[in-house]
């Protein structure tokens, strides 16, 4: 049982794969669409446009991915830095350990004297743990797969990217920039209300920030491409 639990994905692994996903995917949309709006806007050929959206998919697909690599391992790093930091001291100080997770629990509201009996039960069982729990509100028990997370950000980042792609490339010529800003306005609304959901955060605020930043980021490369045009 305890081989199955350790080799199963946690929630919140799922949860922060997923994350990525959804944040790769709008990365995706947004990135490419500002970088093919420019170029349309500058009245470059079909084929320039498409070209010059290839090589930004290219560019962020790997900017995402090796991001992600490097932050989950940064990430791994600072966490198992402060685990070893909690050894030494429960190692020099247990007593005094015991105390600050006592009195963190005293703070919240429970009582001392229930509050030492959940301390000393859960030192007991496993000290390590909960003293880098409450100390740096870090789970020595969860892991994040760096290879998972990049993974997941190299296949949604040019899943996200092919929408304004391809909306600039097919769409008939005498609306394929309100085509496209309208399209990648209603993906962007749906990345953001679900990253809002993952974080338990206001949909509504996180759909129009994400739709407003989108707005913003396209009208800047939709403006200096303009200023280009031949």
Do not use: C
Not at 107 to 136: C, H, Q, W
């Amino acid at each position: 049982m305890d081989f199955l639990q350790k080799k199963a994905m946690s929630l919140a692994e799922k949860i922060n794969l997923i994350r990525a996903g959804v944040m790769g995917a709008n990365d995706g949309i947004l990135s490419v669409a500002a970088i093919v709006l420019g170029v349309a806007a500058a009245n470059a050929s079909a084929s320039t446009v498409l070209l010059a959206g290839m090589a930004g998919m290219l560019a962020g697909t790997i900017s995402m991915a090796m991001g992600e690599y490097v932050s989950v391992h940064a990430q791994r790093d600072a966490e198992k830095r402060a685990i070893a930091d909690e050894r030494v001291r429960l190692a020099v100080n247990e007593a005094g350990e015991r105390e600050f997770v006592t009195q963190k629990y005293v703070d919240s509201g429970i009582s001392r004297e229930l509050a030492s009996k959940a301390v000393t039960e859960m030192f007991t069982e496993a000290p390590i743990n909960t003293a880098v729990r409450e100390r740096y509100n870090i789970d020595p028990t969860a892991t994040t797969s760096a290879v998972g997370a990049a993974i997941t950000s190299m296949i949604s980042f040019p899943l996200g990217s092919l929408l304004p792609m391809l909306m600039i490339t097919l769409a008939p010529a005498s609306w394929r920039i309100a085509g496209t800003i309208g399209a990648v306005v209603i993906a962007l609304a749906v990345t953001g209300s679900i990253a809002a959901k993952l974080g338990n955060a206001n949909a509504v605020r996180a759909l129009i920030r994400n739709v407003i930043a989108g707005l913003i980021t396209m009208a800047v490369t939709y403006g200096v491409g303009h200023l280009f045009a031949r």
